[in-house]
C-alpha cells in the first residue's frame, strides 16, 4: 500500500510540476507577447505621432510664383522643365488674360489684386504716373505697404522676391528694400535690361556683374532719366549718349555673368535655406527673360550692339538655330486698311527685319531656356528638403509678345491676342495633373489665388477671383467679361519706334474683342471665326447693335471695382 500511494504522489508531484512549468511557460509567453506588444506599440504611436506633428509642420503650404518676363505661350513646348513638373504635373489655364499688357502695370496688378484703373499704375515710369517711384509713394492704402508681401509675411510667411521689380526701382536708392520682404536680391534699374553686365541689390549690398564701369553707366541711366525725364525723343537719346561713353562698347559677355543662372542662383538659396523651416514661405521669383536688352539696343538704334537681341547663354547659343520665326496668318499682314490708324501706317516688314527677328525670336528661346533651368533648380531644392509636394508652384508671364503679327516687329502693350495671353500653370497640393481650364481668368486672379493658398488676407478690394477651385477641379471657372485698359501711351512724347503704343480701352469676351482707342477708332474682332485678328468688323453696319453693347460692356469696365470687374 505504501509503495503504490508512494508512485501516486510521485506521480502527482510530477504532474504539479508539468503543469506549473507550462503555467510558467504560458506566462513567460504572454509576458513576452505582452511586452513585444508593447514594445512595438511605442514606436507605433510615435510614428503616427511624429506623422501628426510633420502632418502640422506642413499643413501650411509654401508658394513660389514665377514670372517670366515677355514669354508667349508657344515658347512652352520648349521647356523641358515647365512642361514636365508644371503642365504635366499640374493644371494650365489656356484662356489667361492680362488686361494690361506692359511691364509694370502687370507686374503693379499682381502685387495688388487690383486692375491698373484701381491701383493707379497706370505705365512703367513715374513721369507717366507708373513703375516702383509712384507706387512707393501713392497714398493712404494705395502704396506698397499694403501689398502681396506685407499680406503673406503678416499671415506667417517667410518672403522672398528675386529678379526684376518693377520698373525704376533703386534708380535712386540702390539698397532699398520695399516693406514685407524678408529676403531681397533684385535687378537694379536700368542695368535689369543687359543680360551680362547689372546690378543687384541683395539684402542691402550691391553686388555688380560684368563690366563694373558699364554696369555703372546701366544703372546711370535709370537715375538720369527718372530725375529728369525726356520730354521728346532727342531728349531721349541723348540720355543714352551721355551715360553710354563710348557710344559703342557695350560690356563684357562672360557666362559667369549670366543674368538668368546668377539670380536663378539666388532664388534657388532661397528655398533651400527657407524649405527646411518650420515657417512657410513665399518666393517670387520673376527672371528678366526673355525681354528684349533694350538699353545695348535701343530698338536697332545703337548700331553694333552684340546679337541677339536678348542674348541666350552659350550652352544655348545654338540651340534653336534650326527654328524659323513663327508665321501665322497674321505675320506681317498683307492688309492693314482695316486697322486702326496706329497700325494702319505700318509698313510690311522686309527680308532684312524678318532675318533679324528671327535670329532675336532664337535669342529669346535661349534666354528662356536658361529661365527652365533655373526651374528646375528650384525643383531640385524642394525635393531635396522634402517639400516639393507641399508647394504650390504658379508659373506666368508678365505679359505676351507681338513677333510680326499685323507688321509688328517687336511689340506688347497692343491689345492683340499675343500680347495680352499668356502661359499660366498651377501644381501642387490638391492640384489636377495634367488638366487644362479653358474658362476666362486674367492675371489679377493669381493674387486671389495666391492668398488662398496662404489662407491670408488682402487689404485692398480683390477684382479678381481665386482659380484653386478650378485647379483642383471642383468648380468651373464662371463665364466673364475681361477688361483691356492701356492708360497712357509707353512714352509721352513720340519715338519712331513706339509710335503706334497708344492708350484704348475695350473687353475681351469669350467669342468677340472690342477696343476704344484713344484717339477715336473702333476695332472689332471675331475671335472664333477670326483668332488671328484679321478683320476688323467696326465698321459692318450689321454689327451696329453688337458694337454698342460692347462699348456699353466696355465703359462699364473702365470703373469697375471687386466682384463688377467679373
Known amino acids: ?19 506549473e ?5 504560458a506566462f513567460a509567453l504572454f509576458a513576452s507577447v505582452g511586452m513585444s506588444a508593447d514594445k512595438s506599440s511605442v514606436p507605433r504611436k510615435q510614428t503616427k505621432a511624429q506623422k501628426k506633428k510633420k502632418a502640422k509642420k506642413r499643413a501650411r503650404p509654401n508658394i513660389v510664383l514665377i514670372q517670366a518676363d515677355d514669354a508667349i505661350r508657344s515658347d512652352i513646348q520648349y521647356l523641358p522643365n515647365v512642361r514636365r513638373h508644371l503642365s504635366r504635373g499640374g493644371t494650365r489655364f489656356t484662356n489667361m488674360v492680362v488686361p494690361y499688357p506692359l511691364c ?8 495688388t489684386g487690383q486692375l491698373s484703373h484701381n491701383n493707379r499704375i497706370v505705365s512703367n515710369f513715374r513721369s507717366n504716373d507708373g513703375g516702383h517711384l509712384t507706387f512707393k509713394d501713392l497714398p493712404g492704402r494705395l502704396n506698397h505697404r499694403n501689398s502681396l508681401a506685407p499680406w503673406l509675411k503678416k499671415a506667417g510667411y517667410r518672403t522672398g522676391m528675386v529678379g526684376k521689380y518693377l520698373n525704376e526701382y533703386g534708380v535712386f536708392d540702390r539698397k532699398e528694400v520695399p516693406p514685407g520682404w524678408d529676403y531681397w536680391a533684385a535687378l537694379i534699374d536700368n542695368s535689369t535690361y543687359d543680360y551680362f553686365n547689372f546690378g543687384m541689390n541683395v539684402n542691402r549690398k550691391v553686388r555688380i556683374y560684368g563690366d563694373q564701369k558699364y554696369a555703372e553707366s546701366q544703372m546711370q541711366l535709370g537715375t538720369d532719366t527718372a530725375t529728369k525725364p525726356p520730354t521728346n525723343f532727342a531728349e531721349m537719346i541723348a540720355a543714352f549718349r551721355k551715360a553710354f561713353d563710348p557710344w559703342d562698347y557695350f560690356g563684357t559677355q562672360v557666362d559667369s555673368d549670366y543674368t538668368m543662372d546668377v539670380n536663378g542662383a539666388f532664388a534657388a538659396k532661397f528655398v533651400r535655406k527657407a524649405a527646411p523651416k518650420k515657417k512657410p514661405f513665399f518666393l517670387y521669383y520673376a527672371p528678366p527673360g526673355p525681354h528684349a536688352e533694350d538699353t545695348n539696343h535701343i530698338q536697332g538704334l545703337r548700331e553694333g550692339a552684340p546679337g541677339p537681341d536678348p542674348r541666350p547663354p552659350s550652352r544655348y547659343a545654338h540651340a534653336f538655330d534650326h527654328l524659323e520665326l513663327p508665321r501665322p496668318a497674321s505675320f506681317n499682314e498683307a492688309d492693314v486698311s482695316d486697322k486702326a490708324q496706329n497700325i494702319r501706317g505700318l509698313a510690311p516688314l522686309t527680308d532684312t527685319q524678318i532675318e533679324q527677328m528671327t535670329a532675336s525670336y532664337r535669342g529669346r528661346l535661349g534666354a528662356l531656356r536658361a529661365v527652365d533651368d533655373q526651374v528646375g533648380k528650384i525643383i531640385k531644392e524642394l525635393k531635396r528638403a522634402g517639400e516639393f509636394k507641399n508647394t504650390y508652384i504658379v508659373f506666368t508671364s508678365d505679359n505676351g509678345y507681338i513677333q510680326g503679327a499685323h507688321r509688328l516687329r517687336s511689340s506688347k502693350f497692343l491689345p492683340f491676342e499675343d500680347s495680352i495671353r499668356v502661359p499660366t500653370f498651377v501644381r501642387g497640393p490638391g492640384i489636377k495633373a495634367g488638366k487644362a481650364r479653358s474658362g476666362a481668368a486674367m492675371d489679377v486672379d493669381l493674387t486671389r489665388t495666391i492668398l488662398q493658398m496662404a489662407k491670408a488676407k488682402p487689404g485692398r478690394t480683390m477684382d479678381g477671383i481665386s482659380l484653386l477651385p478650378a485647379a483642383r477641379g ?8 475681361i477688361p483691356l485698359e492701356a492708360m497712357r501711351p509707353l512714352f509721352l512724347f513720340f519715338t519712331p ?11 475681351r469676351t469669350n467669342r468677340y474683342k472690342y477696343l476704344n482707342w484713344s484717339f477715336g477708332e473702333q476695332e472689332l474682332y471675331d475671335l472664333k471665326k477670326d483668332p488671328d485678328e484679321m478683320e476688323n468688323l467696326a465698321k459692318d453696319p450689321s454689327q451696329a447693335a453688337r458694337l454698342q453693347a460692347l ?3 466696355a465703359k462699364r469696365l473702365q470703373t469697375c471695382k471687386g466682384k463688377a470687374c467679373g
Open 104 to 111: 509694370g502695370p502687370a507686374r503693379a496688378a499682381l502685387l
Open 551 to 553: 462699348e456699353t460692356e
Open 474 to 481: 471642383k468648380k468651373k471657372l464662371p463665364r466673364r467679361d
Open 497 to 507: 519706334v513706339t509710335a503706334f503704343d497708344l492708350p484704348y480701352y475695350g473687353v
Open 21 to 25: 512549468l507550462a503555467a510558467l511557460v
Open 1 to 19: 500500500m505504501v509503495q503504490t500511494s508512494d508512485r501516486s504522489s510521485a506521480r502527482l508531484l510530477i504532474r504539479l510540476l508539468v503543469f
